[in-house]
T-cell receptor, first 110, second 112 residues
């Protein structure tokens, strides 16, 4: 079945860039999403990219999509301590169902 | 507030007891989803409601799990005869059809 994979942990220093990677298997995915989950909170949509795009930039966030390799990345520029959270990649399966990755826990060191 | 709300925020129960988890979606959202988030796991889809259509129950892990949505609004997820492996955070989300899903804060269920 469809699968979305992410590395579990990433640690960066404040002010550096963070790059969180994700791979997915379903080539029919129309949209790919990045969600952020802060401790004790639900998921918050950060950004998304349509499958016919290869890049989307939104302030400090840059999403890159390599559709051939089914690889998605989220770059956070000038990472701040407030960016510490779990980041989930999700792919729609061509329907209302999202397939979520395991989440990458980002730790920002002051 | 106008967001998705869930109750209780935390639930501790004994193995074998039944629990009910509640979700209040955003007003006007016709689609409602339940997910389970286990430690170190991604979000596992459980069930999807859309308007008056039959729900998609394909993600429910066993017949101990059931959910209903009354009047197209509030939803209740029921777990009967809870087991320790049911311990997880249960997340609810709502959306307009085929649009961004808005998540609630979740209910953390601990089965002792």
């Amino acid at each position: 079945g469809e699968d979305v994979e992410q590395s579990l942990f990433l640690s960066v220093r404040e002010g550096d860039s963070s790059v969180i990677n994700c791979t997915y298997t379903d080539s029919s995915s129309t949209y790919l999403y990045w969600y952020k989950q802060e401790p004790g909170a639900g998921l918050q949509l950060l950004t998304y990219i349509f499958s016919n795009m290869d890049m989307k930039q939104d302030q400090r966030l840059t999403v890159l999509l390599n559709k051939k390799d089914k690889h998605l990345s989220l770059r956070i520029a000038d990472t701040q301590t407030g960016d510490s959270a779990i980041y989930f990649c999700a792919a729609d399966s061509g329907t209302y169902k999202y397939i979520f990755g395991t989440g990458t826990r980002l730790k920002v060191l002051a | 507030g106008a967001g998705v709300s869930q109750s209780p925020s935390n639930k501790v129960t004994e193995k074998g007891k039944d629990v009910e988890l509640r979700c209040d979606p955003i007003s006007g959202h016709t689609a409602l989803y339940w997910y389970r988030q286990s430690l170190g796991q991604g979000l596992e889809f459980l069930i999807y409601f859309q308007g008056n259509s039959a729900p998609d129950k394909s993600g429910l892990p066993s017949d101990r799990f059931s959910a209903e949505r009354t009047g197209g609004s509030v939803s209740t997820l029921t777990i009967q005869r809870t087991q320790q492996e049911d311990s997880a955070v249960y997340l609810c989300a709502s959306s307009l059809v085929s649009a961004e899903q808005f998540f609630g804060p979740g209910t953390r269920l601990t089965v002792l």
